[in-house]
C-alpha cells in the first residue's frame, strides 16, 4: 500500500469514527459513543482531555473540508464534529449514568434541531460548517449542564 492511501485510510477512519458514519441508522448517535469512551477514560487526565478535544475539533475541520468536496456538504457519514464536539459538555457532566444519557440526549436534540443560530453556522464553508454547527449544539447543552449545576439541581 502506498503513503497516500495509507494517509486517506486513516482519514477516512477518523472522518467516520472508526467507520461508524457508514451505519444505515443514527450514525451521528453512534459517533458520539467515542466521546464517551474518551471522557470515561481521560476525564480524570483535564489537560491530555482538553487536548483531545481541541486536536480533534481541529482535525474535524480539516479533515471534513476535504471530505465535503469530496462526499458533499455536511455528509452525514463523518462523524467526527458530533464526536469532537461532545467533549464538551462531557467535561461538565459527572461521571455518572444518568447525567450522562442527559448530556447525550440534550446534544442530539440541539445538533438535530439547530435552534438559531446554530443553524447559521452550519451555512459556514466546507469544514467549518461541518464541524461548527456541532460546537453550537455543545454549547448550547454546556449552558444547560452549567445552569443545572449552579442551581444545583440533580438528574
Known amino acids: 500500500m502506498q503513503y497516500g492511501t495509507i494517509l486517506r485510510t486513516l482519514r477516512i477512519f477518523i472522518v467516520t469514527g472508526f467507520y461508524l458514519g457508514y451505519l444505515p441508522i ?22 491530555a482531555y482538553i487536548l483531545v478535544g481541541i486536536t480533534l475539533f481541529l482535525l474535524g475541520v480539516i479533515i471534513s ?3 465535503t468536496k469530496i462526499w458533499g456538504k455536511d455528509p452525514r457519514q463523518i462523524v467526527i464534529d458530533e ?23 440534550l446534544f442530539r436534540i440541539f445538533d438535530l434541531t439547530k435552534p438559531p443560530p446554530i443553524k447559521k453556522l452550519e451555512q459556514l464553508p466546507a469544514g467549518w460548517g461541518v464541524m461548527l ?7 448550547y447543552t454546556t449552558a444547560i449542564i452549567l445552569a443545572t449545576r449552579i442551581l444545583n439541581i440533580n438528574p
Open 133 to 139: 454547527d456541532d460546537l453550537g449544539a455543545a454549547i
Open 65 to 67: 473540508n476535504n471530505f
Open 26 to 47: 443514527a450514525p451521528a448517535t453512534f459517533g458520539c459513543l467515542i466521546s464517551v469512551v474518551i471522557w470515561y477514560f481521560l476525564i480524570a487526565y483535564r489537560v
Open 83 to 105: 464526536y469532537a464536539s461532545l467533549l464538551l459538555p462531557l467535561y461538565f457532566t459527572p461521571r455518572t449514568i444518568a447525567p450522562l444519557v442527559i448530556t447525550l440526549a
